[in-house]
């Protein structure tokens, strides 16, 4: 089945659009709390990238410590097409991944976000792709890099340890053996706290990252390989991570971050589930297949879209401060007015590291929270003439 003309013709277009948007929202998103603890507190390869795009591009607002996780998406951009074309033949299902990759908002918050995501996503698929043009022993020379990303390669090594025990690679099996090891020595096991059950939470965050349609369908693919498909490298490692973070998360809350960039990476082994499923059925019965396809990129393209496009959410919801990024936006608009009113040093607690990025000292005779007080001063947020929060400034000790 070769993939439409015009349908090929649209997609350098899509690519284009997404990566302007891309660069928009990475541009005029405030600092988020997670990125300006990494940017002040941490020195990982993470907060390095973010201070070198911070020296090389100082005046550009908040894209300057954002511009090298743009750089990287677009290598796993690149990186994911040539492992596509790799496990699949037919051009339409390749271009049919490209593109839910393209649209996953799991995806383009790694683009728009300072995080690990990408460049873990950049060296699994780096050594996928050595993996399965068979430079195997190339490959291997990439796994000891992720312990230098973050504590995620504990995960990693374990899913590579019970796939080379199924394949009884034995070479693969000894040098993972001494990565876990080095692994769990450098980072440990977080295994912590009283047992508390979030699989609906962990369950709800795979649906953020994939849309709820397609993680359904992408679970079911999983599964049904299980049973009846070729099960290589890529379905072992997103099936064990994926049962491994169920599992993890009926006892505790699991850093999400550091199990769906090695399950995002399956996507081609769904899609071909799906067009050999499309391609064994008559005309007549392909319908409810073409339905359900159209419903579940409608659904992603929504769900990408108000990723996306989300300041207009804050003038529609009845409480804005439930809006996914008030995190980001209110410390901003917050402490723009406090320097429009000339302060710029305020005990701001929790958000310190976000005030003392946009200028305002943690220090000073006042503070400020976002909860109402007495003998408080109220300072309105407002965004295009709605009053959406309001922060609190008063004497320390009053």
Request: proline fraction near 4%.
């Amino acid at each position: 089945m070769k993939m439409h003309s015009g349908i090929r013709i649209f997609i350098p277009w899509i690519l284009l659009l997404h990566i302007a948007l891309l660069v928009w929202v990475a541009w005029t998103l405030p600092i988020g709390p997670h990125e300006a603890k990494i940017f002040y507190g941490e020195k990982s390869i993470v907060a390095y990238l973010m201070h070198t795009g911070k020296l090389l591009l100082p005046d550009l607002d908040f894209i300057n410590i954002r511009a090298p996780f743009l750089f990287i998406h677009l290598i796993n951009l690149a990186l994911f097409y040539q492992l596509c074309k790799l496990l699949l033949k037919n051009e339409t299902a390749i271009w049919t991944s490209f593109l839910i990759f393209l649209l996953l908002p799991g995806i383009v918050s790694s683009a728009i976000l300072a995080s690990a995501t990408g460049i873990i996503l950049a060296l699994y698929q780096t050594f996928l792709i050595l993996f399965f043009r068979h430079k195997k022993y190339a490959a291997y020379l990439i796994l000891p890099l992720f312990i230098l990303i973050d504590r995620s390669c504990v995960i990693f090594y374990f899913a590579l340890l019970t796939y080379a025990l199924w394949r009884r690679d034995k070479f693969l099996l000894g040098l993972v053996i001494v990565l876990f090891g080095v692994a769990v020595s450098v980072y440990g096991i977080d295994m912590h706290g009283r047992p508390v059950n979030h699989f609906a939470e962990t369950i709800g965050l795979y649906a953020a990252i994939f849309s709820p349609l397609l993680f359904l369908y992408f679970f079911y693919a999983i599964y049904r390989i299980l049973f009846k498909g070729r099960k290589d490298i890529i379905w072992h490692v997103a099936f064990t991570i994926l049962l491994l973070s169920i599992l993890i998360s009926l006892r505790q809350r699991i850093p999400i971050e550091h199990f769906a960039p090695y399950v995002i990476v399956a996507i081609p082994l769904m899609v071909q589930l799906f067009f050999d499923s499309y391609r064994v059925r008559l005309p007549q019965f392909r319908r409810w297949y073409s339905v359900m396809a159209l419903a579940v990129f409608g659904v992603l393209l929504l769900n990408t879209a108000l990723l996306l496009i989300h300041r207009p959410l804050f003038l529609l919801l009845k409480n804005p401060k439930h809006h996914f990024a008030a995190s980001f936006y209110m410390p901003y608009w917050c402490a723009k007015k406090l320097k429009d009113e000339g302060i710029t040093h305020i005990k701001s607690g929790k958000f310190a590291l976000q005030f003392r990025y946009y200028g305002i000292d943690d220090k000073g005779d006042e503070t400020i929270c976002f909860t109402p007080c007495q003998k408080c001063k109220k300072v309105s947020i407002r965004y295009r003439n709605r009053e959406i929060g309001s922060c609190y400034v008063s004497k320390i000790n009053i």
